[in-house]
């Protein structure tokens, strides 16, 4: 039986429908290649709040990855990962510090993104830049470790 995945994109103008979502598409093909089963992305508005919400309402449905897009960088409405601190009951920094990593190895703009990582109930949870590049770039990242933590968070051994 597949994983499920949630995308939730954080976005004001998406929110508002002044701009297309254009990263969380990006990231549900990504999680459906990978064999994950993923509805379309949820869009959100900028804030904690709302961030807090979602990831909540992904895990009361069961969700056991949730990928967030967007909210990550510095300016005073990126909250996503605020948001996200409030869910996590336990934070996997490794995840985080290898994003920032491909990023800033792309354009030094990408050690800006303050993204966390980590897991809450039986879901792993990752904080994505909202842009399509940093999506495309991240995602590999998530793949190639969420099928062990989602494992390991069911009781399962080390391989």
Request: glycine share 14%; net charge negative.
């Amino acid at each position: 039986m597949p994983h499920t995945a949630v995308v939730v994109t954080v976005s004001d103008r998406s929110a508002a429908g002044l701009r297309p979502d254009s990263s969380g598409p990006v990231a549900v093909a990504a999680l459906r290649e990978a064999g994950f089963t993923c509805d379309d992305a949820v869009v959100v508005a900028d804030g904690s709040n709302s961030v807090e919400r979602a990831l909540r309402d992904a895990l009361a449905a069961g969700a056991h990855l949730i990928v967030t897009t967007g909210g990550t960088g510095v300016s005073p409405r990126d909250q996503t990962p605020e948001g996200t601190a409030r869910v996590l009951d336990r934070e996997i920094p490794g995840i985080a510090e290898e994003l920032r990593r491909r990023g800033a190895a792309e354009k030094p703009a990408g050690l800006l993104t303050r993204g966390l990582s980590g897991v809450a109930g039986g879901a792993l949870i990752v904080n994505l830049p909202g842009s399509p590049a940093g999506v495309t770039a991240g995602i590999p990242v998530v793949v190639s470790v969420a099928g062990h933590v989602i494992d390991q968070l069911a009781g399962g051994d080390h391989p």
